[in-house]
Nanobody
Framework: QVQLQESGPGLVKPSQTLSLTCTVS??????????WNWIRQPPGKGLEYMGY???????DYSPSLKSRTSISRDTSKNQFTLQLSSVTPEDTAVYYC????????????WGQGTQVAVSS
């Protein structure tokens, strides 16, 4: 029943802000002990962790992206949002949202991913 789905523009211009939304169904994003993540995969490369927002409290980010990244909850819509500022073509990737669970479970549910190209 748990489903995650990414949405947002597929094309962003350099220097602008990339904004994506993950819509969650089947579970509340405020449920205890769930962590809501953004992960991306550039063409031909591996998965890159970007950051997460927990069920309660503040977001945390990969050190390499912290200065440009903001992840926030919208509990009324059961969504969480990614904003990545000052984008360059190196930010072109498939962007995924995913749920993380502790106690050795890991990432148990993923969205299908959404392609975002940064190009002028």
């Amino acid at each position: 029943q748990v489903q995650l789905q990414e949405s947002g523009p597929g094309l962003v211009k350099p220097s602008q802000t990339l904004s994506l939304t993950c819509t969650v169904s089947g579970v509340s994003i405020t449920t205890n002990d769930y962590y809501w993540n953004w992960i991306r995969q550039p063409p031909g490369k591996g998965l890159e962790y970007m950051g997460y927002v927990p069920y309660s409290g503040s977001a945390d980010y990969s050190p390499s992206l912290k200065s440009r990244t903001s992840i926030s909850r919208d509990t009324s819509k059961n969504q969480f949002t990614l904003q990545l500022s000052s984008v360059t073509p190196e930010d072109t990737a498939v962007y995924y949202c995913a749920r993380f669970v502790g106690n050795r479970v890991g990432y148990d549910f993923w969205g299908q991913g959404t392609q975002v190209a940064v190009s002028s």
